[in-house]
């Protein structure tokens, strides 16, 4: 399944499919006689069988067939096991795909190549069948496991992205936020995991105004208190609708940080300097900016450069990191410069 934008920028899941399907090994061995005798085995045991006969070819079945498992051979020619299950453990689109080294050899050194090359599972030819047929059960049903929760997160995020495209007071305001932190976290040198984290944050911040009633959302004009509370529940529910999922703990301290001001007179839990999230604060910068530089019903989009002068000389109030907010300024005048 996976999350794509149609011809008019709205993002959809394609791919959804509800359909029992019978699950597909990869044999890959350059000895014909085992490739036939492990597909005899997994047809009779109810799997879809595809063959490869050395390393580069077993890369372009993958390619081609996306297979559930893999059983692969360590002694190959044109490319052997570990050079080939290395390369499909890097690859992003494989990774998740259970290796299981198929090996004659028993020797410590060969598994500690294998670990090191990202392999699942081994079995040591001659293999037993009854061994060889629960590895396989047992690694297609973790794989499957992870696709649902790859489905899990692509469903959330379509819908953080759905409900912000379909309103004209943010329209697109989650993405712009995800994809401005993300570089501003590159700029300041984070490190590439926790890039992601912001990242992600960005897209799933406002979920929580989910909950908000809309007519308090988009009411012109001043919010009385009773309905500015209510507006200030979203970094609450949002943490809460990401709380049961595994993949989005790490954003949770983000979301729910979101609208804390660095000299602590933000929501929820008024935290102040260096104990607010640095990804918060890093996003409070940019979500603040997005707003005021984005087109909305009630008026028009401020200029950039004039929209970080405001946030500069509001500064002075505490509002954000200080280091944080010079570096985005920095980043802007950069991408600004490269630009022209
Ligand atoms: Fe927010
Ligand atoms: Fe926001």
């Known amino acids: 399944m996976t999350l794509h934008f149609d011809e008019n920028g ?14 597909k090994v990869l044999v890959v061995d350059d000895n014909v006689q085992n490739v036939e005798l492990l597909e005899a085995l997994l047809n009779i045991s109810g799997y879809e069988v595809m063959k490869a006969y050395n390393g580069k070819e077993a890369i372009q079945k993958v390619a081609e067939f996306d297979p559930d498992i893999i059983l692969l051979d360590v002694l190959m020619p044109i490319m052997d096991g570990y050079e080939t299950c290395h390369h499909l453990k890097q690859d992003k689109k494989t990774r998740f795909i259970p290796i299981v080294l198929l090996t004659a050899l028993d020797s410590l050194e060969d598994k500690v190549k294998g670990i090191e090359a990202g392999a699942d599972d081994f079995i040591t030819k001659p293999f037993q069948k009854p061994e060889l047929l629960a590895r396989v059960k047992s690694l297609i049903r973790v794989k499957s496991l992870l696709d649902e929760l790859e489905n899990a997160q692509d469903v959330l995020f379509t819908l953080a992205l759905a409900l912000d495209f379909n309103d004209p007071y943010t329209h697109g305001h989650s993405q712009r936020v995800a994809d401005l932190s993300h570089r501003l976290s590159a700029f ?12 992600n944050a960005g897209i799933l911040h406002d979920i929580g105004k989910i909950a908000t ?24 529910v949002g943490a809460k609708i990401c709380e049961p999922l595994n993949f989005a703990k790490p954003l949770i301290p983000i979301i729910r940080s979101h609208h804390e001001k660095y000299n602590g007179s933000g929501y929820p839990d008024g935290k102040a300097g260096n104990d607010i999230p640095q990804g918060a604060r890093i996003m409070a910068i940019v979500d603040v900016y997005d707003a005021l530089t984005s087109v909305r019903p009630y008026r028009s989009d401020i200029p950039t450069e004039v929209a970080v002068e405001v946030m500069k000389a509001e500064a002075v109030k505490g509002y954000w990191d200080p280091e944080i907010l010079e570096a985005f300024s920095e980043m802007l005048k950069l991408e600004a410069s490269e630009a022209h």
């Open 10 to 23: 709205m993002p959809k899941i394609s791919g959804m499919d509800n359909r029992v399907r019978v699950p």
């Open 188 to 199: 300041i040198g984070l490190p590439v995991e926790e890039q992601s984290i912001i990242k």
């Open 213 to 236: 009633d809309k007519g308090v959302l988009h009411k012109p004009g001043t919010l009385n208190g009773k309905e500015l509370n209510h507006v200030k529940e979203h970094p609450v």
